[in-house]
């Protein structure tokens, strides 16, 4: 069992930035890839981006590729959504999630854990 939990979402105008963060517990942190989701209201939950368990692998969806940057600490048990130049799209609940996957996946079916989400609105 791997406990997930997102800090760091608020209320930031077009333009700006946030520092998403995800601090897990549980079982073997680094054993996990890691990935951020999004849900807008009425929408599904779409894939923001991806890291392997090393860290070695990104990958993001073309939405915020160039904007988004995800990073993870093992040590720290953390992984980061770094986010710039917000757009008022990019509003939404986001949702990191863990998978024993070795490779890159964008399915939210192939991720085994999820944390509670944490809004970001972006005003125009």
């Known amino acids: 069992q791997v406990q997930l939990v997102e800090s760091g979402g608020g209320l930031v105008q077009a333009g700006g930035s946030l520092r998403l963060s995800c601090a897990a517990s549980g079982r073997t942190f680094s054993n996990y890839a890691m990935g951020w989701f999004r849900q807008a209201p009425g929408k599904e939950r779409e894939f923001v981006a991806f890291?392997?368990?090393?860290?070695?692998?990104?990958y993001y969806a073309d939405s915020v590729k160039g904007r988004f940057t995800i990073s993870r600490d093992n040590a720290k048990n953390t992984v980061y959504l770094q986010m710039n130049s917000l757009k008022p799209e990019d509003t939404a609940v986001y949702y990191c999630?863990?998978?024993?996957?070795?490779?890159?996946?964008?399915?939210?079916?192939?991720?085994?854990?999820w944390g509670p989400g944490t809004q970001v609105t972006v005003s125009s």
């Open positions: 999630a863990a998978s024993i996957t070795k490779l890159v996946v964008t399915a939210a079916s192939r991720y085994d854990y």
């Open positions: 890291i392997s368990w090393s860290g070695s692998t990104t």
